[in-house]
């Protein structure tokens, strides 16, 4: 690990830049105490290999029907309008 100061990193930001791509991990020193590390970030992973490890997790569900999915249609309410149902509660409290 290269340890770099606040204003050594400010000044050639280039070089920290070709650190990180080198996969060197950087650690941040202000006034003598580290302040945070800096490290190139993880490669991105590609998408159905997201989506499996999200289902072996039990975050995501397979889909039932595979395809598009049918238009959406706003379904019909049944009982009193919402902005009656709204006034009386607020009424309550």
Same mark, same amino acid.
């Given at each position: 690990?290269?340890?770099?100061?606040?204003?050594?990193?400010?000044? !050639?930001?280039?070089?920290? &830049?070709?650190?990180?791509? @080198?996969?060197?991990?950087?650690?941040?020193?202000?006034?003598?105490? !580290?302040? +945070?590390?800096?490290?190139?970030?993880?490669?991105?992973?590609?998408?159905? &290999? @997201?989506?499996?490890?999200?289902?072996?997790?039990?975050?995501?569900? !397979? @889909?039932?029907?595979? +395809?598009?999915?049918?238009?959406?249609?706003?379904? !019909?309410?049944? +009982?009193?309008?919402?902005?009656?149902?709204?006034?009386?509660?607020?009424?309550? &409290?």
């Amino acid at each position: 690990m290269k340890r770099i100061g606040m204003w050594e990193a400010n000044q !050639p930001f280039f070089r920290l &830049v070709m650190l990180l791509r @080198a996969g060197q991990l950087t650690l941040l020193i202000q006034g003598g105490e !580290p302040v +945070g590390v800096v490290k190139r970030l993880p490669e991105p992973i590609a998408a159905d &290999v @997201a989506v499996r490890r999200l289902e072996c997790l039990g975050l995501l569900r !397979p @889909a039932a029907k595979r +395809g598009a999915l049918g238009r959406w249609t706003p379904r !019909p309410l049944k +009982g009193a309008p919402l902005s009656l149902t709204l006034r009386e509660g607020r009424h309550r &409290v």
